[in-house]
């Protein structure tokens, strides 16, 4: 059972039920390297384990027999802090942008912000475009789904349009994602 503890300066804690604390009457045993050394009791594999001068360690409960590697505490910690790094770092890749506009917006500010939306979708992140109307500029829909079109066609060589223009009470939004790769 795998726990995560934040203490005051924010580093990562993970608690792991090993040697002793593992207390089920079958464990399916692995070895240091992911082989398997079959099914024993949990006292089998703890002795085994003294043996070899290492821990045994539940990497997890949820399967029949729990599964226990052999492996020595500190190596496996430090290999389920690499692997939760990795994850966020690849999370990270298509990381959600968003620009705002406006109806009624000069021509050197959308300029501004098109320059801006190549820039992002060049970079292979995605780009969620809003639109917000307010007082009695809802009356112009029609000039909001203009300036979204504009956007569109002039990035149709960076991105692709995910989600339509759709208007959400008086905010009008839609989504670009990048075409290809990142640089």
Known sequence: MIRKKYNKNRSEQIY???????RFP?????????????????????????EMESDLVLVTEKAEPPVVK?????????QLKKKTADTRKKSKTGELK????????????????????????????????TL????RQIVRKDLGFEVFEKIFTNNVDLGKVS?????????????????????
């Open 16 to 22: 792991v039920k090993a040697n002793h604390q593992i």
């Open 26 to 50: 079958r464990v399916r045993v692995l070895s240091e390297h992911g082989e398997s050394l079959g099914e024993m009791s949990s006292n089998e594999a703890l002795e085994k384990a003294m």
């Open 70 to 78: 052999i492996i020595e505490l500190s190596k496996y910690k430090y």
């Open 98 to 129: 968003e620009l705002r506009f406006t109806p009624f917006m000069g021509e050197a500010d959308f300029q501004a912000r098109n320059r801006k939306v190549r820039d992002f979708l060049e970079k292979g992140h995605k780009v969620k475009l």
């Open 132 to 135: 917000t109307f307010k007082g």
């Open 163 to 183: 989600l339509p223009p759709k208007l959400i009470g008086k905010k009008l939004q839609a989504q670009l994602d990048p075409i290809g790769k990142k640089k």
